[in-house]
């Protein structure tokens, strides 16, 4: 058997997608997963149940998974437990939703055109929801078993792609698989590509200046749709990172301390491509390569993780029992406390990128000249402020476990995301938009105190001069019931239109009361700014 001939293959695809309000409504639906079946009980998507149900075999593999985060992570992954009256009983909360088809089996792919298709088992096709976040994470695991290093390295590029970067001179989509189709347990297809279809995908995006999704996707997703697509369907969604989706990757492969430094950055970078000699360098193993168990000894010997943020790739020795042990070894790990942590980090950048985005589509729908536009604006900015609160408090981590393999390869992910840096600034133009929120009230609060005060100052005159010893123009309190409605109704009007009156010029009113306490002022220019109440210049 040749050097890197890969035994095992395991990818994870982590697609975040972006929920999306429905049209004519300012937010997304609070309870998305209350509408993932629509009361359809023929709808694919079911939610997972509780562990407490589970094997022992699960239960173990559960209990590993749920020790080895720190106990603020484990309540926001694994919800906490409250117990009942009766012994065992007990309901759980959590942050988190997950809904699972088993539809969907094996999935079909062919590389290239010509290339014979390769048949990959679907293990798992799950949707994550979270609370108050309008971020749901598409989670697919599929494996495959014994290629060639390039097949499988081509593989883990193509596969995972929204849709076609573009096409060749024959047609053919660029940097995805040529074909993938949907196989049911009996083999029967459901569902399969258009990525061929260019017309297709270029007339979308000229009528809609957004990407089509590809139709294999959109049935994976559904009832979740693109937005646009469909006006009236409850669940939609739009793209907030790049079209190629973050991915995970397992290789047991023959003799790993064989490859060279090339294909380990090829496989690290995904680039699909066969390596080239001198693309490796010693930057690229400082700054993506985890090498505690890089040597030959050790229960999983020559085991290297490679992390650009991207993409969490882990390679080890196909005859290493530890390293292919599904319950307790590396395999289970990667399924399990790898790819949680690799969640972690893309839940947050995804969030950050979805609360950036509401910024820009609140201040882009913003008119300053229509009142409607300008409640709306304050409406959404202040949602926003408060969604990143709690998300700030319920989903950012800086450290999320303190064993150290997890802790590093969380600490690689985030660097390479460079979460700081985008927490910061999102934080900063959060802060921004609450400032210029909290000082256009205080300049409202303030304007209507100065037009109360003149109101005031200005009554006061009518005021002190007919309530003067009790003085009283009109002896009408012997007059007919008729006569004295009539005065009563008029002095409201005229009362009511004096102060509208006055409100109206309170502004330039507030001016003359400010020029006739400055003593510096002459009486000239008094005067001119006590005529400039009834002129037409600029209130």
């Given at each position: 058997?040749?050097?890197?001939?890969?035994?095992?293959?395991?990818?994870?695809?982590?697609?975040?997608?972006?929920?999306?309000?429905?049209?004519?409504?300012?937010?997304?639906?609070?309870?998305?997963?209350?509408?993932?079946?629509?009361?359809?009980?023929?709808?694919?998507?079911?939610?997972?149940?509780?562990?407490?149900?589970?094997?022992?075999?699960?239960?173990?593999?559960?209990?590993?998974?749920?020790?080895?985060?720190?106990?603020?992570?484990?309540?926001?992954?694994?919800?906490?437990?409250?117990?009942?009256?009766?012994?065992?009983?007990?309901?759980?909360?959590?942050?988190?939703?997950?809904?699972?088809?088993?539809?969907?089996?094996?999935?079909?792919?062919?590389?290239?055109?010509?290339?014979?298709?390769?048949?990959?088992?679907?293990?798992?096709?799950?949707?994550?929801?979270?609370?108050?976040?309008?971020?749901?994470?598409?989670?697919?695991?599929?494996?495959?078993?014994?290629?060639?290093?390039?097949?499988?390295?081509?593989?883990?590029?193509?596969?995972?792609?929204?849709?076609?970067?573009?096409?060749?001179?024959?047609?053919?989509a660029l940097h995805c698989m040529y074909s993938v189709e949907w196989l049911d347990g009996e083999g029967n297809v459901l569902s399969s590509s258009d990525a061929q279809d260019k017309e297709e995908f270029t007339r979308h995006v000229c009528e809609h200046h957004a990407p089509r999704i590809a139709s294999h996707?959109?049935?994976?997703?559904?009832?979740?749709?693109?937005?646009?697509?469909?006006?009236?369907?409850?669940?939609?969604?739009?793209?907030?990172?790049?079209?190629?989706?973050?991915?995970?990757?397992?290789?047991?492969?023959?003799?790993?301390?064989?490859?060279?430094?090339?294909?380990?950055?090829?496989?690290?970078?995904?680039?699909?491509?066969?390596?080239?000699?001198?693309?490796?360098?010693?930057?690229?193993?400082?700054?993506?390569?985890?090498?505690?168990?890089?040597?030959?000894?050790?229960?999983?010997?020559?085991?290297?993780?490679?992390?650009?943020?991207?993409?969490?790739?882990?390679?080890?020795?196909?005859?290493?029992?530890?390293?292919?042990?599904?319950?307790?070894?590396?395999?289970?790990?990667?399924?399990?406390?790898?790819?949680?942590?690799?969640?972690?980090?893309?839940?947050?950048?995804?969030?950050?990128?979805?609360?950036?985005?509401?910024?820009?589509?609140?201040?882009?729908?913003?008119?300053?000249?229509?009142?409607?536009?300008?409640?709306?604006?304050?409406?959404?900015?202040?949602?926003?402020?408060?969604?990143?609160?709690?998300?700030?408090?319920?989903?950012?981590?800086?450290?999320?476990?303190?064993?150290?393999?997890?802790?590093?390869?969380?600490?690689?992910?985030?660097?390479?995301?460079?979460?700081?840096?985008?927490?910061?600034?999102?934080?900063?133009r959060m802060g921004d938009m609450n400032s210029y929120l909290e000082a256009d009230s205080l300049r409202r609060q303030a304007n209507t105190v100065v037009r109360l005060t003149v109101v005031t100052i200005f009554g006061l005159i009518g005021s002190v001069t007919t309530g003067f010893l009790g003085m009283n123009?009109?002896?009408?309190?012997?007059?007919?019931?008729?006569?004295?409605?009539?005065?009563?109704?008029?002095?409201?009007?005229?009362?009511?239109?004096?102060?509208?009156?006055?409100?109206?010029?309170?502004?330039?009113?507030?001016?003359?009361?400010?020029?006739?306490?400055?003593?510096?002022?002459?009486?000239?220019?008094?005067?001119?700014?006590?005529?400039?109440?009834?002129?037409?210049?600029?209130?």
């Amino acid at each position: 058997m040749e050097t890197g001939h890969v035994e095992h293959l395991r990818q994870v695809l982590v697609w975040p997608l972006r929920l999306m309000p429905r049209a004519g409504e300012e937010r997304a639906p609070t309870q998305p997963w209350e509408l993932l079946a629509g009361g359809d009980d023929a709808a694919p998507w079911r939610e997972v149940s509780s562990a407490r149900d589970a094997g022992a075999s699960f239960q173990e593999r559960y209990y590993t998974e749920f020790v080895s985060f720190l106990p603020y992570v484990q309540r926001f992954l694994f919800g906490v437990g409250h117990v009942g009256s009766a012994a065992g009983e007990g309901h759980f909360t959590g942050q988190r939703r997950i809904f699972r088809r088993k539809d969907i089996q094996q999935v079909r792919v062919v590389l290239r055109s010509g290339d014979a298709p390769h048949t990959l088992e679907v293990h798992n096709v799950c949707l994550h929801f979270f609370y108050d976040v309008d971020v749901v994470l598409l989670v697919m695991e599929v494996g495959t078993e014994d290629l060639p290093l390039d097949t499988a390295q081509d593989l883990i590029y193509r596969f995972g792609r929204a849709y076609p970067a573009g096409w060749d001179a024959n047609g053919h989509a660029l940097h995805c698989m040529y074909s993938v189709e949907w196989l049911d347990g009996e083999g029967n297809v459901l569902s399969s590509s258009d990525a061929q279809d260019k017309e297709e995908f270029t007339r979308h995006v000229c009528e809609h200046h957004a990407p089509r999704i590809a139709s294999h996707w959109c049935h994976v997703l559904f009832p979740l749709v693109p937005e646009g697509m469909d006006a009236a369907a409850p669940l939609q969604f739009r793209l907030v990172e790049y079209y190629r989706m973050p991915m995970m990757a397992y290789l047991a492969v023959h003799r790993p301390d064989q490859l060279s430094p090339g294909q380990f950055a090829s496989l690290g970078m995904v680039a699909g491509a066969p390596a080239t000699p001198g693309q490796a360098s010693a930057e690229f193993e400082r700054s993506y390569c985890y090498d505690r168990f890089w040597y030959a000894g050790g229960a999983a010997p020559n085991t290297r993780y490679l992390c650009t943020g991207y993409a969490l790739v882990v390679i080890g020795d196909a005859a290493s029992d530890f390293f292919c042990c599904r319950e307790r070894g590396v395999l289970s790990q990667f399924r399990h406390q790898h790819f949680l942590l690799f969640m972690i980090a893309h839940l947050q950048k995804a969030s950050l990128l979805m609360f950036s985005d509401r910024l820009a589509e609140a201040l882009n729908s913003l008119s300053v000249t229509d009142p409607d536009s300008v409640r709306r604006f304050k409406r959404r900015i202040r949602y926003a402020f408060e969604s990143f609160l709690r998300f700030t408090h319920r989903y950012w981590f800086t450290e999320i476990s303190d064993q150290a393999q997890i802790r590093a390869l969380f600490r690689m992910s985030g660097t390479h995301l460079d979460l700081e840096r985008l927490h910061g600034e999102v934080k900063v133009r959060m802060g921004d938009m609450n400032s210029y929120l909290e000082a256009d009230s205080l300049r409202r609060q303030a304007n209507t105190v100065v037009r109360l005060t003149v109101v005031t100052i200005f009554g006061l005159i009518g005021s002190v001069t007919t309530g003067f010893l009790g003085m009283n123009l009109l002896a009408e309190a012997e007059a007919p019931l008729s006569r004295r409605i009539f005065i009563f109704v008029a002095t409201v009007g005229i009362t009511t239109a004096m102060t509208a009156y006055t409100m109206a010029k309170s502004k330039r009113l507030s001016d003359l009361l400010d020029a006739l306490s400055d003593e510096r002022l002459s009486l000239w220019t008094k005067l001119k700014v006590l005529a400039a109440v009834w002129g037409k210049g600029p209130a």
